[in-house]
T-cell receptor, first 113, second 113 residues
């Protein structure tokens, strides 16, 4: 049973470009969470999704960021018109239900140049 | 507003001795607490958790203590091993919020052989 898979592991984007981060949850998991870790800080909650639904997006910046978890395929975190401050590690976690243990992926390290 | 704080950014301990990591929180709604371990370039790995109805939970070499009145929890690792060298994150949530976790800033532990 593969763990939570995130790709790419590393992503370099120029300012103004779009970044698309993918997360395939563990088999049987229908709940996905995205977290962001800025350098030398802890992880910060961004968004919680279930299949085809956004449950809680209270941690998402109001502009340029969006997330989806379609019926088929991975969850996508999309950042439009990236800026240097978006440089961070983005982690995805998944769980079977909303209150069972969540397992984290290895993260995508986004660098904006 | 840091609702979960780990005031020691780093800790160095001799192999075989006890490692004690501390965590303070401010949000009275938090009733579920977790510790995660993180190696460089990997995602956080769940270590141990505790519910607010308990004051202690033990799993092998790891014990978590919760002092609700002080809003303080600690993680004891005994005996410490070189493989325990990693960054440890304290996290908390209201149980009803499930995996919407608030993380501390982390403590980097170095276990010297």
């Amino acid at each position: 049973n593969a763990g939570v898979m995130q790709n790419p592991r590393h992503l370099v984007r120029r300012r103004g470009q779009e970044a698309r981060l993918r997360c395939s949850p563990m088999k049987g998991h229908s709940h996905v969470y995205w977290y962001r870790q800025l350098p030398e800080e802890g992880l910060k909650f961004m968004v919680y999704l279930q299949k085809e639904n956004i449950i809680d997006e209270s941690g998402m910046p109001k502009e340029r960021f969006s997330a989806e978890f379609p019926k088929e395929g991975p969850s996508i975190l999309r950042i439009q018109q990236v800026v240097r401050g978006d440089s961070a590690a983005y982690f995805c976690a998944s769980s079977t239900t909303g209150d069972t243990e969540a397992f984290f992926g290895q993260g995508t390290r986004l660098t904006v140049v | 507003d840091q609702q979960v704080k780990q005031n020691s950014p780093s800790l160095s301990v001799q192999e075989g001795r006890i490692s004690i990591l501390n965590c303070d929180y401010t949000n009275s709604m938090f009733d579920y607490f977790l510790w995660y371990k993180k190696y460089p370039a990997e995602g956080p790995t769940f270590l141990i958790s505790i519910s607010s109805i308990k004051d202690k939970n033990e799993d092998g070499r790891f014990t978590v203590f919760l002092n609700k009145s002080a809003k303080h929890l600690s993680l004891h690792i005994v005996p410490s091993q070189p493989g325990d060298s990693a960054v440890y994150f304290c996290a908390a949530s209201p149980k009803a919020a499930g995996n919407k976790l608030t993380f501390g800033g982390g403590t980097r532990v170095l276990v010297k052989p």
